[in-house]
């Protein structure tokens, strides 16, 4: 099997484009879909200066290595959700590719935040879900830091991600997420911008680039991930894309061109009245829960 660009011996066939690639001609294709991202969705500036929020996955810490080559002021932000020996092997695999690149890191604590407390430990006092707690204070968390740094916070979201989200609001639809559904969003008060470069590159292509640049990531899951009904829409677009290539970049490239047609008016916000970022009600979630706790 020789690649398509170079004639030397290919590594990966990309069935979705009819291709077969070498390892440095995959680097280049992966690089070049993320710059068509980036100028078609007009995500980023030249002048932008972007923190990438990074897990110690293949997906975030690809991210940040292609926004750096490609000439971007980029800044890593970690955060420790104190999962245990899973979040210590997280935090080790972004310092180390930090210091490997000389660049620069920041690392908030969720500990820090509730007196001690890990998404665990929160998630049985609260009696709440692990992974809906984490998503809202790691999205606080991420925005915090990324507005008042004056940062454009990047995201390392990948097309399966994309896809999968999108076919669980389709089938419920969840009219307000598909509103918000897009590869930027823009920043308003209290809000940072936000984009997702690698909306154009599959999970497959993006463990092929991290192994081809030789980035040390962590391979493990969260422990709180099994049985995640993501991980069912992403089995389903799997065994659709196996019968037709490019159906989960059709899906999602489709959905993009009428996604104006879900866009109603912004729900009017306040400032929360703890921290003052936006929220619907008096208090915001991540106020809320550190109230409950208190008591």
């Known amino acids: 099997m020789r690649c398509r660009m170079c ?17 440095e001609c995959l680097k280049k294709f992966v690089r070049r879909r993320v710059q068509k991202a980036i100028r078609d969705y007009r995500l980023l500036k030249r002048d932008d200066r972007v923190l990438v929020a990074v897990s110690g996955g293949k997906d975030s810490l690809s991210l940040w290595d292609l926004l750096q080559g490609l000439g971007y002021r980029t800044k890593g932000l970690y955060i420790h959700l104190g999962i245990g020996e899973y979040s210590d092997r997280s935090e080790r695999a972004v310092l180390e590719f930090a210091r490997q690149r000389n660049l620069e890191v920041h690392i908030e604590r969720v500990r820090d935040h509730f007196d001690g407390l890990g998404i665990p430990e929160l998630s049985r006092l609260d009696h709440r879900p692990p992974c809906s707690l984490c998503g809202m204070i790691k999205r606080y968390l991420m925005n915090k830091v990324a507005y008042e740094g004056g940062w454009t916070l990047a995201t390392g979201h990948n097309l399966d991600d994309e896809a999968a989200a999108l076919l669980g609001n389709v089938l419920d639809w969840k009219e307000g997420y598909l509103a918000r559904q897009s590869p930027r969003l823009e920043p308003r008060e209290g ?5 997702k470069p690698l909306v154009l590159c599959s999970e497959r292509e993006m463990a092929a680039y991290a ?9 493990e899951e969260c422990p709180f991930s099994h049985g995640a009904t993501s991980l069912l829409y ?3 677009l799997n065994q659709l894309e196996e019968h037709s290539p490019g159906s989960k970049l059709r899906f999602y490239q489709n959905f993009l061109k009428i996604a104006h047609l879900f866009r109603t008016e912004q729900v009017q916000l306040t400032p929360c009245q703890n921290c003052g970022y936006p ?3 008096d208090l915001c979630n991540f106020c809320r829960l550190k109230e409950r706790l208190s008591r």
């Not at 809000?191 to 984009?195: L, Q």
């Open 279 to 281: 929220t619907t009600g």
């Open 234 to 236: 992403k089995d389903l």
């Open 211 to 219: 192994i081809s640049s030789g980035i040390q990531y962590i391979l």
């Open 191 to 195: 809000f940072a911008a936000r984009v």
């Open 7 to 23: 004639g030397q011996r290919a590594v990966l066939r990309l069935k979705a484009y009819n291709i077969n690639l070498c390892q």
